[in-house]
């Protein structure tokens, strides 16, 4: 049997090496249209930063070291140009000489992964994206040239990265993203928090901007503005390359990409597709996806090679799960977002907290942002957000896990997690969010969200601030009235009659005060995740910039 595969690097290597470990006879074709066929392209921005010093380090494997280890014909500069079903045949151009042959198959996996996103823009072929080893080569060469000015389109993650590492190498960097946030996975009063990190660093940023041309030192902007660019990054996304399966006449599925079953057999059932070009099911209704992560491409690339082999396979539904570094920075996500729960109709219950990352009282304690989603009813975990200094991967990580495996948002309360001070506290952060999503799903205590604040004071609620008065001098929203809590037991007459938001620095207070008022017989709501919550939002950056 000859399996030939049509692209390397994470899925189609994976694939291919697995292959090789479940059959000796089975002959193993890899198809590379670039130079490099085994790379770590998730690196390729700490290159281009100098934080990977040697280019060698990103190299994983060569068509030499792949043959003499796993026995396989690995063959670079080798573009599959046609692909012709019937026959099973594929049509293979050398890179260089353009000469060209025919290959047959017997399985055929395409892996051609995702092409880069580039806008059909006045001078934009003077924009540079960063998606494989010959285009960070391209930019390493570029900065030979010292360019003082460096313009990235787009603002998600691959997007941040460049620049992050290009404001490492003292270049003065701009991103300019078109939507009102970075990083789309995140909610607002999340991505707050990243656009401040960057700012603190030198990084411009200018949202809710489109750009209308690049010219040969600046970008120009629909406002009218100029952002200073000599050098130009595009990042604005990929999308799935399906030249090859369209024109053969396999199935694209709804989300653009190559169409799949769970065991990522395309249309044709001699075919399967993988990585970046095949679209995915998501974990929480079964839709289409796409999600261009390595390890999910790994993992799929494990599925075909076990059913390829006739072993028994556990279907891979894909939860998204993300992360990203910015200076200092972590920023994490996995499952959905309010923005795509919204846009499917689909309901939500919302907490945030502002935990340390390990017992406070233990030095070096970094306060952390979370956002739990889940179902109001059943509880069921939708989706979580992280952004912080420190142990933001360790927690996404357990929630992800939790929202594959099903837990109920309570549940989480009942982890056992490994604590001791300096890893984290008796009431794991985690944990946490299970407490609060037991109250809001138990009530009484019901909490509003930042985005409901201003619609409360309009219809008559006073915000009551039940912190310290030495903390509501530092900064609190307008028009709250600061009564401490531990004052609120004998001032709560003052508030009789009146429909109540309570508001503290995280929330914790806030609820307390807030069952407190309950319990006389006040209308009383809770804010959730408190003044932090809302300082990060749109609203409160822009009414309390944070310097």
Known sequence: MRVVI??????GMSAATRLRRLSEETEIVVLERSGYVSYANCGLPYYVGGVIDDEADLLLQTPDSLHQRFHLDVRVNSEVVALDTPSRTVRVRRVGDESEYSLTYDVLILSPG??????????????MPLRTVEDVERMVERLSDQPASVAVIGGGFIGLEIAENLAHRGLRVTVIEALDQVLAP????????VVDEMERHGVGVRLGSSVVGVGPSSVSLASGDEVPGEMVVVAIGVRPDVTLARAAGLEIGPRGGIWVNEVNQTSDPAIYALGDAAEKRDALDGSSSLVPLANV????????????????????PTIGTAIVKVFDLTIAATGWNEKRLRAAGRPFSTVHSHPSHHAGYYPGAESMMLKLLFDPTSGQILGAQGVGYQGVDKRIDVLATALYAHLRA?????LELAYAPPFGSAKDPVNMLGYMAENVLEGPCRPIQWYEVAEWLEAGAVL????????????????????PLDDLRQRADELKGRRVVVTCRVGQRGHTGTMLLLDRGIDAVNLDGGYLTWRTSPVGRSLHPVS
């Open 297 to 316: 491409a790994n993992r799929h690339g494990r599925v075909v090679a076990d059913h390829i082999m006739g072993r028994e396979i556990r279907q891979t």
């Open 114 to 127: 995702a092409t880069p996103v580039i806008p059909p823009l006045p001078g934009i072929e003077r924009a």
């Open 410 to 414: 309570p549940e989480l309360a009942d």
């Open 6 to 11: 049509v692209g390397g690097v994470a899925g």
């Open 464 to 483: 009551v601030d039940v912190r310290t008065p030495a903390e509501f001098a530092d900064g609190a929203i307008p028009g709250a009235l600061n009564i």
């Open 186 to 193: 995140l909610d607002p009063e999340m991505a707050g928090a």
